[in-house]
């Protein structure tokens, strides 16, 4: 069965420092991964995904991500953090030949200082 | 263009009562997803439709759960009678196709609230 970790609840970081959200994943073929962001009151919005190619992937409000298959790592970073990036990250893996089913990680509250 | 529109925002109930969810996906969006989400967990999937048909509903709890979208479009979850351990936000999302590599666009949910 696929699976998801979010290994930490929360990240703290003071504003303009880097920022890394991790995320390892479990699958039995080839893993899509996605990355979501919640604000509060707001329903997820997509950030960016992996499917195939260059292991890093860039997406939206200056995030990025690396995928790493031999640690089975997808991790969210961005050079200079803003506190507005403030929020829910929710890492997602879908399976290429296994369950159509997205699984979700549990979460990490992102907290930017000013 | 427009977001997933859900309703309502906020509900109430009472366990043993019944209540209804409404979706209405980003036009032109073929695929429908419901989520059950927990406070402090992530998304869970419940059911996904393709058009009105039926993708996969193996974690829906079919013994109280229901879900329709009769003409491919709109979609209704329905909770019959609802338990305490249904209090979760409802997520509704829709995306352009049914692959798997494809990013789903968020709803901003109903907060089910059972007493």
């Known amino acids: 069965a696929q699976s998801v970790a979010q290994p930490e609840d929360q990240v703290n970081v003071a504003e303009g420092n880097p920022l890394t959200v991790k995320c390892t994943y479990s699958?039995?073929?080839?893993?899509?991964l996605f990355w979501y962001v919640q604000y509060p009151n707001r329903g997820l919005q997509f950030l960016l995904k992996?499917?195939?190619?260059?292991?890093l992937v860039k997406g939206s409000y200056g995030f990025e991500a690396e995928f790493n298959k031999s640690q089975t790592s997808f991790h969210l970073k961005k050079p200079s953090a803003l506190v507005s990036d403030s929020a829910l990250y929710f890492c997602?893996?879908?399976?290429?030949?296994?369950?159509?089913?997205?699984?979700f990680g549990r979460g990490t509250s992102l907290i930017v200082h000013p | 263009e427009a977001g997933v529109a859900q309703s309502p925002r906020y509900k109430i109930i009472e366990k043993r009562q019944s209540v209804a969810f409404w979706c209405n996906p980003i036009?032109?969006?073929?695929?429908l997803y419901w989520y059950q989400q927990i406070l402090g967990q992530g998304p869970k999937l419940l059911i996904q439709?393709?058009?009105?048909?039926?993708?996969?509903d193996s974690q829906l709890p079919k013994d109280r759960f229901s879900a329709e979208r009769l003409k491919g479009v709109d979609s209704t979850l329905k909770i019959q009678p609802a338990k305490l351990e249904d209090s979760a936000v409802y997520l509704c999302?829709?995306?352009?196709?049914?692959?798997?590599?494809?990013?789903?666009?968020f709803g901003p949910g109903t907060r089910l609230t059972v007493t």
């Open positions: 699958v039995s073929g080839n893993p899509y």
């Open positions: 036009s032109g969006h073929a695929t």
């Open positions: 997602a893996v879908r399976d290429v030949r296994g369950s159509y089913i997205p699984t």
């Open positions: 999302a829709s995306s352009s196709l049914a692959g798997v590599f494809h990013e789903q666009y």
């Open positions: 992996y499917i195939t190619g260059d292991n």
């Open positions: 439709f393709q058009n009105n048909g039926v993708v996969d």
